[in-house]
C-alpha cells in the first residue's frame, strides 16, 4: 500500500514532523499527526483571549511531535527485527535512508537537549546575579520596593523573591534564577520615570511569572524545540510559547493591582520615550523587556511580544 503514497507528501512530512517508515502504521501515523498538529495550531490561534490555553495547545504539538519521532523509530527497529518479510528490498531500502535521518536526528536531539538541560539547570541557574550580568551592578533595594514585592508575592501565593536594584537608567525590571534563587531586579530608570502605581503594575508582571510556573513550561518548550532541532515548525512554536505566557503575565498583573489601567499606562509612556532593551544571552529567566519588535515577517522568531501588542491585549482582554 505505501507504493501509492506520493513521494512529495513523505519528504513534507519529513521536513515538519520526521522520517516516515515503511511500515503501514507509520504510513496512517504520519497524516494523523499532520492534522492533528494543524488543528492544534488553529485552534490556539482562535483562542485570542486564553494565552494559557494557547501555550498549552502549543506545547501540547512539541510533545505530540516528539512522540511522533519516537515512535518512528520504535515502528522501524520492529519492522527491522520482527517482520522484515512485510515490505520489499527495494521499498526497505529506499524509506531506510529516512529511517537512518530520522534515528541520527532524535539521538542527537535527545542528547543536545539533555545536555542543555542539564547545563542551565545545574551551570547558569546557579552562578550568581554578577555572572549573568556582568555589565550591570546590582545595588541594594529600596525598602518601599521590597515591600511592594513581598505584598504581591502574599497576594499571588508565591514566595517572596529577592529584590535587587539595576544601576541602569533604562525602564527595566526582570526576575530570574540565580545562586540565591529567584530574584527580581528592578532598574532605577524604571523607579524614576513611572509613577509609583505604575512600578507595582511592572513588579506584578514579573511576580505573575512565578505564579504562573512560566519557568517549567519555558523550560519544556525550549527543551522541546532543543530536541527538535531538526522539525522547522519547532522554532515557531517555541517563541509563540513565550509570547503567550507574557501576554499571561500581563493579564495577571492587571488582576493582582486591580485592573489594567496603571500597565497600560507604563508601557505606554516606556513605548514613547522608544526605550530598547535587549536581555543578554547569559540570562536564563525571565524579563519584561521594551522593545519595538522586528518587522512583521521576523516577528514569529521574538520571544517578547511588542509593545504594541501588549498594550492592545491587554485592552481587549478587558472589553
Given at each position: 500500500m505505501i507504493e501509492y503514497i506520493p513521494r512529495f507528501f513523505i519528504i513534507l512530512a519529513w521536513v515538519f514532523?520526521?522520517?516516515?517508515?515503511a511500515h503501514g502504521f507509520a504510513r496512517l501515523l504520519s497524516p494523523l499527526v499532520i492534522?492533528?498538529?494543524?488543528?492544534?495550531?488553529?485552534?490556539?490561534v482562535s483562542l485570542k483571549r486564553s494565552f494559557q490555553g494557547r501555550s498549552i495547545i502549543l506545547l501540547c504539538v512539541l510533545a505530540l511531535m516528539f512522540y511522533q519521532s519516537l515512535q518512528l523509530i520504535v515502528i522501524g527497529v520492529h519492522i527491522e527485527l520482527m517482520h522484515p518479510d512485510l515490505v520489499s528490498e527495494g521499498i526497505r531500502h529506499f524509506f531506510s535512508i529516512f529511517f537512518d535521518v530520522n534515528l541520527g536526528l532524535a539521538i542527537t536531539g535527545v542528547v543536545a537537549a539533555f545536555a542543555v538541560a542539564t547545563y542551565l539547570e545545574f551551570g547558569k541557574s546557579r552562578m550568581p546575579l554578577t555572572r549573568l550580568f556582568p555589565q550591570y551592578q546590582f545595588l541594594e533595594a529600596p525598602p518601599y520596593v521590597r515591600r511592594i514585592v513581598k505584598k504581591l508575592a502574599a497576594t499571588a501565593g508565591v514566595q517572596m523573591p529577592h529584590v535587587s536594584l539595576l544601576d541602569s537608567g533604562v525602564p527595566w525590571a526582570f526576575i530570574t534564577r540565580s545562586k540565591q534563587g529567584f530574584v527580581l531586579a528592578v532598574s532605577v530608570g524604571l523607579l524614576?520615570?513611572?509613577?509609583?502605581?505604575?512600578?507595582?503594575?511592572?513588579?506584578?508582571?514579573?511576580?505573575?511569572h512565578l505564579k504562573n510556573k512560566d519557568f517549567t513550561l519555558r523550560f519544556f518548550a525550549t527543551m522541546a524545540k532543543v530536541g527538535l532541532f531538526a522539525r522547522p515548525l519547532s522554532?515557531?512554536?517555541?517563541?509563540?510559547?513565550?509570547?503567550?505566557?507574557?501576554?499571561l503575565a500581563d493579564n495577571t498583573a492587571s488582576k493582582l493591582v486591580g485592573g489594567p489601567t496603571a500597565l497600560v499606562s507604563a508601557l505606554s509612556k516606556i513605548r514613547e520615550a522608544h526605550y530598547e532593551v535587549t536581555i543578554p544571552p547569559t540570562s536564563v529567566g525571565m524579563a519584561c523587556l521594551f522593545h519595538s519588535g522586528r518587522c512583521r515577517w521576523f516577528g514569529v522568531f521574538d520571544?517578547?511580544?511588542t509593545l504594541d501588542a501588549r498594550i492592545k491585549a491587554l485592552r481587549d482582554y478587558t472589553a
Open positions: 514532523l520526521g522520517p516516515v517508515t492534522m492533528l498538529t494543524l488543528f492544534a495550531l488553529i485552534l490556539s524614576e520615570s513611572l509613577r509609583p502605581a505604575e512600578v507595582e503594575a511592572c513588579l506584578a508582571h514579573e511576580i505573575s522554532y515557531l512554536i517555541e517563541p509563540a510559547v513565550y509570547r503567550s505566557r507574557e501576554h520571544k517578547q511580544p
